[in-house]
């Protein structure tokens, strides 16, 4: 069993900065992490990939946020985090970070990102 935590979100203003971190754990299998990823789900929407990285450090992003978040972190720490820059009210919605695993995957309960002004 891994457990996935995420901590970060709140309430910002439209151009604003915030960022998420997740962290891992779960003794030893926390080891075998091949990848982690944030998604995000806005009310009515369904859940939506926006960053990740995998076990040789490459990262993908969607291709609404590139340019404005970036993630850092790594599989072998079992963290990752993204900062968010030049938020928009559409990005609005639940966090999740996702953890993938040779034999299935663990998710996060989710931390709620709210741009307004």
């Known amino acids: 069993q891994v457990q996935v935590t995420e901590s970060g979100g709140g309430l910002v203003q439209p151009g604003g900065s915030l960022r998420l971190s997740c962290s891992a754990s779960g003794s030893r299998r926390i080891l075998s992490i091949t990848a982690m990823a944030w998604y995000r789900q806005a009310p009515g929407k369904e859940r939506e990939f926006v960053g990740g990285i995998v076990s040789n450090g490459a990262t993908k992003y969607a291709d609404s946020v590139k340019g404005r978040f970036a993630v850092s972190g790594n599989t072998a720490m079992a963290a990752l985090d993204l900062q968010m820059n030049s938020l928009k009210p559409e990005d609005t919605a639940v966090y999740y970070c996702?953890?993938?695993?040779?034999?299935?995957?663990?998710w996060g309960q989710g931390t709620q990102v709210t741009v307004s002004p």
């Open positions: 996702n953890v993938n695993l040779p034999w299935g995957e663990s």
